[in-house]
Nanobody, 115 residues
């Protein structure tokens, strides 16, 4: 059974940094195209912010380029998202999934940025 467990969120001040983690289980993590998504409001769709291929190639949504860094540890089957220079607009629930979004969503981890 595939599981995605996000963690690392919290209440931070603008300008600070944060690293989110996504522990996966039950899938061939090292070969899959993984991604981070975020949702500012529970009624909205989850937006793609960053992705990483099995080979380590990364892509970012334009608004987060230069501040977000996606990485992974294949041995730990864990996906990471480092967010530098946090902005209030980064306040959202963050989720991981395949780039294809076909796995059941985890509960996400909430990031709240205060000014």
């Amino acid at each position: 059974q595939v599981q995605l467990v996000e963690s690392g969120g919290g209440l931070v001040q603008a300008g600070q940094s944060l690293t989110l983690s996504c522990q996966t289980s039950g899938l061939p993590f090292e070969s899959r195209h993984m991604a981070w998504y975020r949702r500012h409001d529970p009624l909205e769709l989850r937006d793609l912010v960053a992705s990483i291929t099995g080979g380590g190639s990364t892509e970012y949504e334009d608004s987060v380029k230069g501040r977000f860094t996606i990485s992974k540890d294949d041995a730990k089957q864990t996906l990471y998202l480092h967010i530098a220079s946090l902005e209030t607009s980064d306040t959202a629930a963050y989720y991981c999934n395949l780039k294809e979004r076909i796995l059941p969503w985890g509960q996400g981890t909430l990031v709240a940025v205060s000014s």
